[in-house]
């Protein structure tokens, strides 16, 4: 698969990003959703800060108080070892792999705006800021579908009873609507998809399950984006492959003569994220009729490779200009990039099996 | 808290239950969804059978195969050490206590009607039996929501991709007609409200997430019973209390004076299964206006103590004549029992908090 990186990568990193908090650093601006709005490529940028620390011995977790509206600083002593401080983005209890504790940073969401999709102005405010009791470990990797005039942002909402995924929507980038949770813990990487098919919306998503089952991606149905049914499981791993250890929907499904073109992510067991695709039916998207024997895109830039959470392309975003699908991914849970791919060329990869 | 256990209990044992197959044996006939029609009680039984094993060096676990309609039998060598059989009633990978890999019995639904509420007849065949994807380890623990003439049932439907909820409905308990799944996995003990409050339908469900937060129970909200979304946690575990362990939904709502009644069960952390009752507003079922410091009602009875899954008692519908709450419940993952409680005792309790 052949493709173009911008020269500009990355398009925005941490260092872009002045902190909300004078005592809080900006440790990634990441996994941003994008839209286009009034001639302008908008990245909803997912930035994660943390308290300044300059002492190693303590490790802090901010957590939002949704009572008092105000940010609360966990400090836990790095030689506790009721915890597992391993994993950069996540403090574990210990011998308990698969939870977590507390987040590391704070995740919000932060809008930035360009006229050739290359050079980004970053706004100086939170867009969306952590408000509600759901909320108070943070909000990540949005996503925005377009209908008609109404642009509906979903995100990650996690908080200690679980991380579901809520929505919001906007007509002018300025007020934004709370529409509430729509898919409840654990889910992540909601999609929905930007028009009616057969007079019900369709949405992409990825639950969690704990006790039987896979972090692989569902469809559900919906007749008013706010409440969903009638949920299929659609894909799930593939032992051995690329997309082993979790999937994921990525950018809101394209529309193709050949199908629905859903860009989605694979990690393999190690944790190495890829992008793929998968086309699905246009008129049943239930139906998968091709996907992905190898990687659309995968970690090899230096940006890509190094960072805070290495080896990670992960896009929640696409503009698509004819043939030309400009993928903005987040790099490494740190920094943004766009590759842009062939759409015709994305489409015969599915058929040929032939992508590298 | 006063309770009058009935003299037959256990009113139905998988003694009473003929398999429907000849090589299986019925090891449970509990957790019935319960409803009035036609001037009897129905009891929605979930039964488990499994293989017959005459040979204890060889663990069986039944799988419905959902393309050729038939059930397969997976044959595990007891000394596997890749699996761990301590569970009856799930086979896990070694090492992994959280999640399952097959089941030991395959559940499916089967009615049982009486005019008296205490002996029941059992029809020969099963009601609803496994017959998709999403069903092939078995469907589980029904609740039955009666609104007009038409009878909700939703059940747990459990398979390789995750345990979800179900939901079918019936007029007449002989033709079901299928919605799909209203709650995406993981979830289980969904509960839906017998009214419309304020314009919206309203269910309780128990999602089980892996990341971060425990088994608890979560509110949602629909226009059509069908499509679910608004989800909000509603109340969560009691570290040292009775329900410490995971909580989830029993009994169809109750509307009182005070606001509605939901019995529900709470589990310790060392798996002792007893019921409990919370109560939500009238108008607003987010709000929690009380919940009970001890259980109404705890493993006590020899057939509750010891079973195939001992200590445990478990309600999945209640019939309200006036004060009496006739609560039906599963015993020890093996039997069906009922208890009659009184409705302003219970109210009482909760708000004295003296329930012993």
Redesign the interface.
């Known amino acids: 698969m052949k493709t173009y990186r911008y020269e500009e990568n990355p398009i925005i990193t941490p260092e872009d990003v002045v902190p909300h908090r004078e005592d809080f650093e900006v440790i990634g601006a990441f996994n941003a959703g994008v839209a286009e709005y009034n001639g302008e490529i908008l990245m909803l940028l997912r930035v994660a800060e943390r308290p300044i620390s300059d002492d190693p011995s303590i490790v802090k977790a901010p957590i939002f108080n949704a009572k008092t509206n105000k940010l609360e600083i966990i400090r836990l002593s790095a030689d506790d070892e009721r915890y597992d401080f391993t994993d950069p983005r996540t403090i574990r209890y210990a011998g308990e792999p698969?939870?977590?504790?507390y987040l590391t940073s704070l995740s919000y969401l932060r809008l930035a705006r360009s006229k050739d999709g290359r050079h980004f102005h970053i706004e100086p405010d939170p867009f969306i800021y952590p408000s509600r009791?759901?909320e108070t470990?943070g909000i990540e990797d949005p996503r925005i579908t377009q209908i008609g005039d109404t642009y509906y942002i979903y995100y990650s909402a996690?908080?200690?009873?679980?991380?579901?995924e809520s929505l919001v929507s906007t007509k002018n980038w300025q007020n934004v609507t709370y529409?509430?949770?729509?898919?409840?813990?654990?889910?992540k990487d909601v999609l929905i998809f930007p028009e009616k098919i057969n007079g019900k919306y369709y949405a992409l998503?990825r639950?969690?399950?704990?006790?039987?089952?896979?972090p692989?991606i569902?469809l559900?149905?919906?007749?008013?984006l706010?409440?969903?049914?009638?949920?299929?499981?659609l894909i799930?791993l593939r032992p051995g492959k690329w997309d082993d250890g979790r999937i994921g929907g990525g950018a809101v499904p394209i529309k193709t003569d050949k199908g629905w073109l859903e860009l989605y992510h694979g990690a393999s067991t190690d944790h190495r994220y890829c992008m793929g695709a998968v086309l699905v039916d246009l008129e049943d998207p239930s139906k998968v009729i091709a996907r992905s024997e190898f990687p659309l895109l995968e970690p090899e830039a230096d940006y890509e490779v190094n960072g805070f959470f290495g080896n990670v392309v992960f896009s929640c975003g696409a503009i698509v200009e004819g043939d030309v699908v400009k993928m903005y991914y987040g790099v490494a849970d740190t920094s943004m990039a766009c590759v842009e791919l062939s759409l015709q060329g994305i489409l015969d990869s599915l058929f040929t099996m032939k992508t590298i």
């Open positions: 698969d939870s977590f504790a009791d759901l470990y996690a908080s200690s009873v679980g991380v579901g529409h509430g949770m729509i898919f409840a813990p654990e889910n998503h639950p969690v399950p704990k006790s039987v089952g896979s692989e569902w559900a149905e919906s007749d008013n706010l409440y969903w049914g009638n949920h299929k499981h799930g």
